[in-house]
């Protein structure tokens, strides 16, 4: 890979940092405008419609939240945590040859943190559905 050359990054003849930040100012400009535009030029008319809450077309009856079990959120938060671990181990994967032993050595790290990670919560009964907790878990 060839070294990248910093001497033209804030002229305005070449693409670079300066013409990058303009954009995004540019960008924010235009939406802080069109936001204070909408708020000044927007009808306001308030009634008893508008401020009941819709649910496609039906008007809601009864208690509104709904309560989900926590197991529901705990396969949740399990999904997200293996999910980007996968992510993070398959770019490694992809990437492997390139990076060298240093990157295997901090991948394995990576991965037994995970790992011990899944054995505390196995322990712990955090992936006992059933809201009981495993036979063989330890209790604390």
């Given amino acids: 890979m060839d070294p990248v050359d910093h001497t033209y990054a804030l002229s ?12 995004i100012f540019a960008v924010f400009l235009m939406v802080a405008v069109l936001m204070i535009l909408t708020g000044f030029l927007g009808e306001k008319r308030v009634n008893e419609n508008k401020l009941r809450p819709y649910e496609s077309g039906i008007i809601p009856t009864g208690a509104a939240p709904l309560r989900y079990p926590v197991p529901f959120f705990l396969v949740a938060v399990f999904f997200l945590i293996f999910d980007v671990e996968g992510a993070f181990v398959f770019s490694w994967a992809v990437a492997v040859e390139a990076l060298g032993a240093k990157a295997m050595v901090q991948m394995t790290f990576f991965i037994l943190v995970l790992l011990m990670g899944l054995v505390y919560i196995w322990f712990k009964g955090g992936l006992a559905l059933n809201g009981r907790k495993d036979k063989k878990a330890k209790p604390r």
């Fill in 12 to 23: 305005s003849w070449t693409p670079g940092v300066v013409s990058f930040l303009a954009f």
